[in-house]
């Protein structure tokens, strides 16, 4: 199985930046789809961005040019890089991975607030 570890969370004012990263227990070339999702109160969870282990990224038409995922190396963090940021990004953020090898797993998650 894969444990993931988010970090990076936290307040942030409108229209400012923050990283979040998440690390994985085995080397993401084992990992076919690493992401973040995101749950605001009282809405479903749903996909920010995702990377494959071939590199290719996919990203919500809402964050589109304003968010960056991206990874170092194997068994390095893989980062969601969150450029100006709007009071509706306010939500848990929380790190997915997807392995033919490993199964499914999740973070724990990290709040991130975003003051107007």
């Known amino acids: 199985q894969v444990q993931l570890v988010e970090s990076g969370g936290g307040l942030v004012q409108a229209g400012g930046s923050m990283r979040l990263s998440c690390a994985a227990s085995?080397?993401?070339?084992?990992?076919?789809?690493m992401g973040w999702y995101r749950q605001a109160p009282g809405k479903q969870r749903e996909l920010v961005a995702q990377?494959?282990?071939?590199?290719?990224?996919t990203y919500a038409d809402s964050v589109k040019g304003r968010f960056t995922i991206s990874r170092d190396g194997a068994k390095k963090p893989v980062y969601l890089q969150m450029n100006n940021l709007k009071p509706e990004d306010t939500a848990v953020y929380y790190c997915?991975?997807?392995?033919?090898?490993?199964?499914?797993?999740w973070g724990q998650g990290t709040q991130v607030t975003v003051s107007s």
């Open positions: 997915h991975q997807s392995s033919s090898v490993w199964g499914e797993s």
């Open positions: 085995q080397s993401i070339f084992t990992i076919n789809v």
């Open positions: 990377i494959t282990s071939g590199g290719s990224t």
